[in-house]
């Protein structure tokens, strides 16, 4: 789909807290969406909440490279959302005073709905270790690279993310570690293949309990 490019609001200057591209690190949130209503994703994952649902919220959906964050703003309604970096992120504010512009974009945030509709759909159903697959795909097609090194979520995050306990997707990281899937080099980092990913035939119980086996630390804190 065509995509609407709408000026930056300012010229664009990392870590500026008042305009441009705007750097967050993994947990940090958007806090801003008062004075600039509408961003684009430009790099990393963001998890999108709404802001009355108080620090039990869950999140909707996952707004990716590319994503618009705030849309609801063009239809004049409020923007009620919590935009958390679920790893580390750019984003940058837009301005569409071009009024003939606004209903691409409208249509642009519709197509990316039900997109992250169905992703979420597939990072919440089904046996956990698909669930953990997913996630892992995900970040690797955000990485842009079949064989690359990926910023992973923390286990309080992927656990809200996938509707799993964090001790089930620590096994499952753990069983990918030991099927040679998963390479962790430091906390929070590993390197994966999505190739791998899609052809790992997910053996059955991964995110079971299994005292007998050796399990090594999981290398998401």
């Known amino acids: 789909m065509k995509t609407i490019d709408c000026e930056p609001r300012d010229t664009p200057r990392h870590d500026d807290p008042s305009s441009?591209?705007?750097?967050?690190?993994?947990?940090?949130?958007?806090?801003?969406?008062?004075?600039?209503?509408?961003?684009?994703?430009?790099r990393g994952l963001m998890a999108i909440s709404t802001r009355d649902e108080g620090d039990g919220e869950r999140t909707h959906f996952l707004a990716v490279p590319g994503d618009l964050i705030g849309v609801e703003s063009l239809?004049?309604?409020?923007?009620?959302?919590?935009?958390?970096?679920?790893?580390?992120?750019?984003?940058?504010?837009?301005?569409?005073?071009?009024?003939?512009?606004?209903?691409?974009?409208?249509?642009?945030?519709?197509?990316?709905?039900?997109?992250?509709?169905?992703?979420?759909?597939r990072l919440r159903t089904g046996l956990v270790a698909d669930r953990v697959r997913q996630m892992l795909l995900l970040l690797g097609e955000n990485a842009g690279a079949d064989d690359a090194e990926v910023e992973l979520p923390s286990l309080r995050r992927l656990a809200d993310l996938l509707d799993a306990s964090p001790e089930a997707i620590c096994r499952v990281l753990g069983r990918m570690r030991q099927l040679d899937v998963l390479?962790?080099?430091?906390?929070?980092?590993?390197?994966?293949?999505?190739?791998?990913?899609?052809?790992?035939?997910?053996?059955?119980?991964?995110?079971?309990?299994?005292?007998?086996?050796?399990?090594?630390?999981?290398p998401v804190p």
């Not at 750097?23 to 969406?33: C, H, K």
């Not at 606004?102 to 759909?121: D, N």
């Not at 997910?202 to 399990?215: D, E, F, I, N, T």
Request: hydrophobic share 40%; with cysteine.
């Open 20 to 42: 441009g591209l705007r750097s967050l690190r993994a947990g940090a949130l958007l806090d801003d969406t008062g004075h600039h209503p509408l961003w684009r994703v430009r």
């Open 183 to 218: 390479v962790t080099h430091r906390p929070r980092a590993a390197r994966l293949s999505t190739r791998a990913l899609n052809e790992l035939v997910l053996p059955q119980g991964m995110s079971s309990s299994l005292p007998a086996q050796r399990m090594e630390p999981c």
């Open 75 to 121: 239809a004049g309604e409020p923007v009620a959302l919590r935009a958390c970096a679920v790893t580390a992120v750019e984003v940058e504010p837009l301005a569409c005073a071009d009024l003939r512009f606004q209903p691409e974009l409208l249509r642009q945030a519709y197509a990316q709905s039900r997109r992250q509709g169905r992703e979420i759909l």
